[in-house]
Nanobody
Framework: QVQLVESGGGLVQPGGSLRLSCAAS????????MGWYRQAPGKQRELVAA???????NYAESVKGRFTISRDNAKNTVYLQMNSLKPEDTAVYYC?????????????WGQGTQVTVSS
């Protein structure tokens, strides 16, 4: 069994910063892509940023230049540094990892962490 645990969400003023973390644990052989998604009330879940096992990244247009995704393979952890936050960044943020175990390759999701940008 694999579990993803997120941390780092909270309330921040516009222009502020937050750093999200997501750590995977369990019977992990390797992890391919890691990513962050978000879902605002009344909207569909959308990709925010992703990073491959080789370190190639891609970002949603709305966060380019403000957010940075990174990963620590030794810790099975992915990070999302969010700077210059805007009210429209308010959402529940979810991490996702493509995890290889001894029996299968599967997408695992974190439980979600609330990010609220408000003055």
């Amino acid at each position: 069994q694999v579990q993803l645990v997120e941390s780092g969400g909270g309330l921040v003023q516009p222009g502020g910063s937050l750093r999200l973390s997501c750590a995977a644990s369990g019977s992990i052989f390797s992890i391919y892509a890691m990513g962050w998604y978000r879902q605002a009330p009344g909207k569909q879940r959308e990709l925010v940023a992703a990073i491959t096992s080789g370190g190639i990244t891609n970002y949603a247009e709305s966060v380019k230049g403000r957010f940075t995704i990174s990963r620590d393979n030794a810790k099975n952890t992915v990070y999302l540094q969010m700077n210059s936050l805007k009210p429209e960044d308010t959402a529940v943020y979810y991490c996702k990892m493509v995890v290889v175990t001894t029996t299968r390759t599967y997408d695992y999701w974190g439980q979600g962490t609330q990010v609220t940008v408000s003055s």
